[in-house]
């Protein structure tokens, strides 16, 4: 019984047309105000599908060989990292829809283990990435929701722990933009519930 009908795109089909939309608003220039509204739309309608694959809808719960492909064709494609790299271009919805599916990608197990962990381990720049958006107020508080996601998972955290960029949070939290700040400190609240975890 095929998972998607006849009008219904795979999650490799979805991911190729986000990941070709992506790179195409990532070229286009300011003055170019048609196209990338017309782009960005498609973006949206693109991380629409993409959640409602993963998450399902009120009528149908996710399936998990569909789950499985899409979160395959993320890291195939290396999708995340692009996603977060153009987190600005994308409009208010589809940054929220960008957080939920990162979030629901990072929790997601397959027994014992958490692939996207494993996924994001090899690809530590995603870490940095995310706790440089504390930079661009545009997509900070998103960034933070995503961060704190990773720093709940111990490999991911001790990446950030151990790593020069780890020292980026006391800039972060002194920053004079209120919400920015407070969130960089709730950041960094999960990073040193794991250190004090340790020690005791």
């Known amino acids: 019984m095929p998972f998607f009908g006849k009008s219904q795109k795979s999650p490799a089909e979805i991911v190729k047309s986000l990941k070709e939309n992506i790179a195409y608003l990532e070229k286009l220039e300011a003055s170019e105000s048609k196209k990338c509204e017309k782009v960005a739309e ?28 899409l979160a395959q064709e993320l890291y195939n494609t290396n999708l995340l990292i ?54 661009n107020a545009e997509v900070a508080l998103n960034c933070g929701m995503m961060l704190r996601e990773c720093l709940r998972h111990e490999p991911l955290a001790r990446s950030v722990l151990f790593s020069e960029e780890f020292y980026c949070f006391f800039h972060y939290v002194e920053l004079s933009t209120f919400d920015i700040a407070s969130d960089a400190f709730a950041s960094f609240k999960v990073e040193r519930q794991l250190i004090l975890g340790h020690l005791t």
């Open 42 to 69: 498609d973006v949206s309608k693109s991380l629409a599908s993409l959640k409602e694959v993963l998450c399902g809808t009120s009528e149908k719960e996710p399936q998990t060989e569909a789950v499985a492909q």
């Open 82 to 135: 692009a996603l977060i790299a153009n987190l600005q271009r994308i409009d208010f919805e589809g940054k929220k829809d960008v957080v939920q599916l990162f979030s629901n990608i990072v929790r997601r197990q397959i027994g014992t283990r958490t692939p996207t962990v494993e996924y994001i381990s090899s690809h530590p720049q995603i870490l940095f990435m995310l706790l440089k958006g504390y930079e």
